[in-house]
């Protein structure tokens, strides 16, 4: 003891599980393990690193001279500063709250932490526990209320014993240390403080009560999400079971060793009650004490349920920067999918704009104003002769509703080509040419004035490969008697990131204005630099539209969209009846649309979207995994199409989001059969970020 640590004194045996400890001189803890060197080591820089975040003392004990010293047979010694405080067992009164409280602050120090000796199979790990627990109520509680959400939950290193003995207790009742590092593990956050909660149910009381006074004080400190809420009383009652089933099986095995049993008897008498709560009831109030239910439930009785949430666990997003989110918890979020913030999201030089033009003028297009002409002309000057005359709304749904009926007014036409999946909009006129909403959940099928021409998907469609343009123009060909418009995206999104190949617009399009039928381009999702290799989709394709839609990047989430056409047809459109849009083209919208397009310019974003996007997708295609059947885009437009036996599979698209979503990386699956991975972020997306968005897909399709 003098040798290794300085330290004399009798030795007094302290109870344990698996170690031996031993209190030296009143002050120190001698413990010997029978761990391995490498599980010590990692719990020795863990204690350090708890140490030196301040919780030195305070919660944890500190080590004191050498770190492990080696005894004769074997096992390794090493010295704890003893921390002063009644066992929590033996303090009926003491508070609930201060066991969440100290044990998030752990976790909160903890959090992003990684020790590789601790990512191991370990028989406390409560994600083994329905191995081992038989208990037939608590197996169906786990399979309804834990199982569905597992996917869910975060990883993080935690400390795995919050119980009642290794929890101590100081004179004002409260909570002052937390020992025994010896159970850590790398598994789920939520499993600790439901843990500590688990044996906090020892303290009398209504068991869900005490649940919620833990949790509650834990989630101030060290937020949990709402699914970790969902699941954290059903986990309690799981880790009771848990420790009954493995008491068993130690018991028979060791029946001298009295610690073991140590926590049975009041587990058997408050399990039954635990149990019998109403999971549903559990998860409720546990959201309401929480606060985390507020917003979700205000949601539900104020806005139309035909609002979808993304998300098993949805998100609350409350600020955003660059290509990244913030949750109400700080937590930063990867954007690989809100294609809207295309110069970044809280771009400071397009807030600037709008604020100065809000600050000083906000009318309509009644009245003469610089910005509107101004902004009119940057645009036109990005596009190819003869789309030279602008009209503004404020949405993509209204920019093709207009385009639709300019198209029947200059054509005195009705009919519509659109292409099989494809989105345009969620007005009446954009959901009757949407057969991703017509044949959808809902929808009421094809009108019978819209024509609808196969998918041009080389990959999966009628027609495969590189060549296969020209036979898919056929398609649109045989369909074409008298139409008004032929409307399609250049780069297909909602249908699931689809590239025509070469050569399917002009011929389609060729045969659309061969019988007078206009061509509109829906750009809402892939202008704006956003294909790298050219500002527009349809400069991939070497066509010219006669009518442009443009929306969402346009004003970096400002809600602005346009219209634009050649001169001819504007002329023939204005027929006397007036087009007003009431805010379309004010000039705050305008003066926002010239911010992002100098944003663009400036720091180079479509030259960005083309390295980046070129990287990320030879990542995305070194990925070895059977499930990835293609990966394609163009830019950062791209997309992964998953598989399973040559089959479309949806289930494994659903995972992977949810899974990169509790990563803290966003995308999203769409497409006819949901089993294509959507990649389409803000254009200031990096390598760094598109290196972390590749491993991370890799390890999820692992
Ligand atoms: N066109 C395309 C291709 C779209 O993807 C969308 C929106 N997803 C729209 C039009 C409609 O745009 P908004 O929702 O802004 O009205």
Known sequence: MIEHWGLRGELRRLPGERDENYLVDGRHVLKISRDSRALLEAQTRVLDRLASTGLTQEVVATLRGERLVECEDGRLARVLTYLPGQPFADVPTASLRSVGAALARIDAALDGYDEPAFRRDFYWDLERAPTVVTEPRMLAVYAAEVAPRLDGLRRGLIHGDANEHNLLVGPDERVTGVLDFGDMVWSRVVYDPAIAAAYAMRMAGDPLDVVIEVIAAYHERFPLSEDELAVVYPLACLRLCHSAAVAAIQQARDPSNAYLGVSQEWIRRVLPVALAVDPAAARERLHAACGKADTLHRRRVLIAPSLSLSYADPLKIVRGEGAYLFDEAGRRYLDCVNNVAHVGHGNPRVLAALAEQAAVLNTNTRYLHDTLVDYAQALVERLPEPLCVCLFMCSGSEANDLALRIART?????????????????????????????????????????????????YRGRFRGPDSGPAYAREVERLVASPAAFICEPLMSCAGQIEPPPGFLPSAFAAVRTVGGLCIADEVQVGFGRVGDAFWGFETQGVVPDIVTLGKPIGNGHPMAAVITTREIADAFANGMEYMSTFGGNPVSCAVGLAVLRELDERALQENARIVGAHLLAGLRAIESPFVGDARGRGLFVGVELMRDGAPAPDVADRVVNRLRSEGVLISADGPDGNVIKIKPPLVFSRENADELVERLRAALE
């Open 410 to 458: 200059v054509t005195g036409r009705r009919e519509v080509i659109v292409l099989e999946g494809a989105y345009h909009g969620n007005t009446q006129a954009g959901i009757d040419v949407s057969p991703y909403k017509y044949r959808g959940r809902g929808g009421a099928g094809r009108p019978d004035w819209v024509r609808e021409a196969p998918m041009p998907d080389p």
